[in-house]
């Protein structure tokens, strides 16, 4: 289905827009639905390639996975799969969260080295030291990951930083493991609450998600859970800064704002009109915008995933704009797209010197990742004349009707078959 998105630029959105379910949370949910033999249904999923992915990785290890509609509904049985091979887990990085559950649940599990966005070398050393910990041992070679364990104990372990995918893989293991699991210097993301929420409706007793400690008491569930997954906060950042970068007005709905504090707090001071309600909030674009300094840090500093979206907005800016990137070292490979059309971006080391140029122009570009495409569009719908964005695969992994949304409020964006 990817083909390439065409994009009339200079239109204003306006409107109100309903985020999906979040990416990062539905993949750690279906993940976890590995470790009971009863049905777990997952509600508001996002029907993307990289959820279809880990639909057919779970398909692969046995599992039972219907979908209807936005739910998704997994019953893992008695299933003999301990393998997710390479032709899918080459596809999307989150493959290796199987892990954790399969050798929580039957001490042994097989996981091909996993790919994903080019980025950065994210590496899984995290990951594999901590299941070491919990009394794992970890075989690499011929291109997986092979982690055997005839019992799991647990015990305190400290993160040497506070990954995302390190922290749910060990609670996810942790819950096979006999006594209580410490994970210090945890990751603190929304979709680690998530996943500890998914995980106590399972019977599973979890503290301290949301914090730099969680503690998980081991005992595998015997019961199924129904849960509906947090909205994609991403999806929301990305929807603010399309209504910034095109002096729109847009109100998103279906994500917790405080998710985004940091973000919305950032847009603010660029000079966006940013006003929080129940079910979300609301942004205005504004003729002049200021240049401010972004980081990148984990929940709850700014996140990576929107350093390229938030880069638009301030190539936009009056002034210069100093950009750090703290947690991908890769992440600016798409700048030279954007300076394509008209930005004025100098890499040095981690940091990104952005001068605003105060207008962009339509050009033919390729997306290199998966939020770069989704900033090129962005680009697109600020720029004078077309644009035409390629390699949208990468948008295709964690967007949902992507273009059809940004249609519903004003965009002239249509999805090009070549």
């Known amino acids: 289905m990817e083909g390439k998105?065409?994009?009339?630029?200079?239109?204003?959105?306006?409107?109100?827009?309903?985020?999906?379910?979040?990416?990062?949370?539905?993949?750690?949910?279906?993940?976890?639905?590995?470790?009971?033999?009863?049905?777990?249904?997952?509600?508001?999923?996002?029907?993307?390639?990289?959820?279809?992915?880990?639909?057919?990785?779970?398909?692969?290890l046995g599992a039972e996975v219907k979908w209807q509609g936005k739910v998704l509904r997994?019953?893992?049985?008695?299933?003999?799969?301990?393998k997710a091979p390479y032709h899918l887990v080459r596809k999307m990085r989150a493959s290796i969260l199987v892990l954790g559950p399969l050798v929580a649940r039957y001490g042994e599990a097989s996981v091909a080295i996993p790919g994903g966005c080019n980025i950065g070398a994210r590496k899984i050393d995290f990951h594999l030291k901590g299941l070491q910990m919990l009394g794992a041992e970890v075989i690499t070679e011929h291109g997986y990951i092979t982690v055997k364990a005839r019992r799991l104990k647990g015990r305190n372990i400290y993160l040497d930083f506070p990954s995302v995918g390190a922290t749910e893989n060990l609670m996810l293991a942790a819950v096979g493991a006999d006594g209580v699991t410490r994970i210090e210097n945890a990751a603190r993301e929304p979709e680690i609450q998530d996943l500890a929420e998914f995980l106590r409706g399972m019977g599973v007793e979890v503290h301290g998600a949301g914090t730099p400690l969680i503690e998980v008491k081991g005992g595998l569930p015997e019961r199924g859970t129904d849960h509906a997954a947090i909205g994609d906060?991403?999806?929301?950042?990305?929807?603010?800064?399309?209504?910034?970068?095109?002096?729109?007005?847009?109100?998103?709905?279906g994500v917790n704002p405080f998710h985004l504090r940091l973000a919305l707090e950032k847009m603010g001071e660029a000079g966006v009109e940013v006003e929080l309600h129940e079910e979300?909030?609301?942004?205005?674009?504004?003729?002049?915008?200021?240049?401010?300094?972004?980081?990148?840090?984990?929940?709850?500093?700014?996140?990576?995933?929107l350093q390229p979206q938030m880069m638009v907005l301030l190539s936009l800016a009056e002034g210069v704009s100093v950009i750090t990137e703290n947690v991908f070292e890769s992440r600016f490979m798409f700048v030279g797209e954007l300076n394509r059309m008209g930005?004025?971006?100098e890499i040095k080391g981690q940091h990104a010197v952005v001068r605003g140029v105060g207008r962009l122009s339509g050009a033919e570009v390729?997306?290199?990742?998966?939020?770069?495409?989704?900033?090129?569009?962005?680009?697109g719908l600020a720029a004078e004349g077309v644009t035409e964005v390629m390699e949208i695969h990468h948008v295709d992994r964690g967007y949902e009707n992507f273009e059809e949304k940004l249609r519903s409020v004003g965009a002239n964006i249509t999805r090009v078959m070549s």
């Open 5 to 60: 998105f065409v994009i009339e630029g200079g239109k204003t959105l306006a409107g109100r827009l309903e985020v999906s379910g979040a990416k990062n949370s539905v993949l750690k949910l279906m993940a976890a639905a590995l470790l009971t033999p009863e049905e777990c249904v997952i509600r508001n999923v996002p029907r993307i390639t990289d959820v279809e992915t880990m639909a057919e990785v779970l398909l692969h």
């Open 366 to 379: 390729s997306a290199t990742d998966l939020r770069a495409g989704a900033a090129l569009v962005l680009a």
């Open 233 to 253: 906060r991403i999806e929301a950042g990305t929807f603010a800064l399309a209504a910034a970068v095109t002096r729109g007005e847009l109100d998103v709905r």
């Open 280 to 305: 979300g909030f609301k942004v205005r674009g504004a003729e002049r915008y200021r240049a401010v300094n972004v980081a990148t840090l984990p929940f709850p500093g700014f996140p990576t995933d």
């Open 343 to 345: 930005c004025d971006i």
């Open 74 to 82: 997994i019953r893992s049985g008695e299933f003999p799969g301990r």
